[in-house]
């Protein structure tokens, strides 16, 4: 079993980074379209790290070599200090039960009740559970996201509002009691009430299971209320990397120019 993917005591307490990216290199379409040159981040525990930067740069890229879905060319990505073990497929979907994954739109299953949605993960990876432990799972995560049970359980998405449906789509990330949770454009298309909702859950989400959240975006107020620090991502480079303050008051014409850009988007859409 050495090496199997486990967080063991030592690894827990000694992992300072819940992720590293070192040096990665990545390119598409036989090297032709380099998207990666060299991206360097070091994603501190228990922290919410934004990653920011304009549609195209690689964010959900980089969020494919954190869950070891895409390989680096080269460079090294690190789960609380272990490389991912791509070439062994047991130890790599252990490290992935470490991982909880919020998609843009929740991506919840229209045929399906909430509690089967929430409950899906339970079915793939806890098959001892019983319908009543799972029934009681479902409930606790509910509950910790602002959700009645009772009202909601046999509920179907298409009765729910988008910022309930988000509530649930956390629910499910949640249920398998992740250490890492990953969010993929949390605030796109959301109106402001909702963008607001979700910028509170982001937060109390992390603190109030002891998480580390890393949360890809273009949402700068999001980023701005919400995390720890902030990362732009630019030119296949991580080209910033530091507190909100420091963000607001960077230099770099890339990160000038998007904060810019992306306060006329703002005003154009009364958002
Ligand atoms: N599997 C893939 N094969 C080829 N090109 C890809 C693949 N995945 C992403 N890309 C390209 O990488 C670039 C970055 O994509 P993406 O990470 O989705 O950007 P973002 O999330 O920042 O908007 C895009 O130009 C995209 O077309
Ligand atoms: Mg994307």
Excluded: W
């Excluded at 130890?91 to 991506?107: C, P, S």
């Excluded at 509170?200 to 109030?208: A, E, G």
């Excluded at 990397?241 to 008051?249: C, I, K, N, S, V």
Aim: aromatic fraction near 8%.
């Amino acid at each position: 079993m050495s090496n199997e993917f486990s967080l063991d005591a030592t690894t827990e307490s000694t992992a300072e980074h819940a992720i590293v990216l070192r040096d990665v290199h990545k390119s598409f379409g036989h090297g032709r379209y380099q998207v990666f040159k060299g991206v360097n981040l070091d994603v501190k525990r228990g922290e919410i790290t934004f990653v920011l930067g304009p549609s195209g740069v690689g964010k959900s890229v980089m969020l494919k070599h954190i869950l070891g879905l895409l390989k680096p060319d080269a460079g090294d990505v690190l789960i609380f200090g272990k490389p991912i073990p791509y070439d062994n497929a047991s130890a790599l979907n252990e490290m992935r039960k470490h991982f909880g994954m919020l998609f843009q739109y929740a991506a919840l299953f229209d045929d399906m009740t909430v509690f089967q949605n929430v409950a899906f993960p339970l079915v793939e990876h806890r098959r001892s559970m019983t319908h009543a432990e799972m029934r009681l799972k479902v409930s606790e995560k509910l509950l910790a996201v602002g959700l009645d049970p009772e009202q909601s359980l046999d509920k179907f998405p298409s009765e729910l509002s988008g910022g309930m449906k988000k509530r649930v789509g956390l629910a499910r990330a949640i249920v398998l009691e992740p250490q890492i949770l990953l969010y993929d454009e949390p605030t796109t298309g959301l109106d402001p009430v909702t963008r607001a909702m979700v910028d509170d859950l982001i937060v109390d989400t992390n603190k109030n299971f002891g998480l580390t959240s890393v949360v890809i975006s273009h949402d700068i107020p999001s980023a701005l209320y919400s995390a720890d620090h902030i990362a732009f991502l630019f030119g296949g480079q991580i080209v910033f990397y530091g507190t909100t303050a420091g963000f607001r008051e960077c230099q770099h014409p890339m990160v000038q120019n998007f904060l810019q850009s992306e306060e006329r988007h703002r005003k154009e859409m009364h958002v």
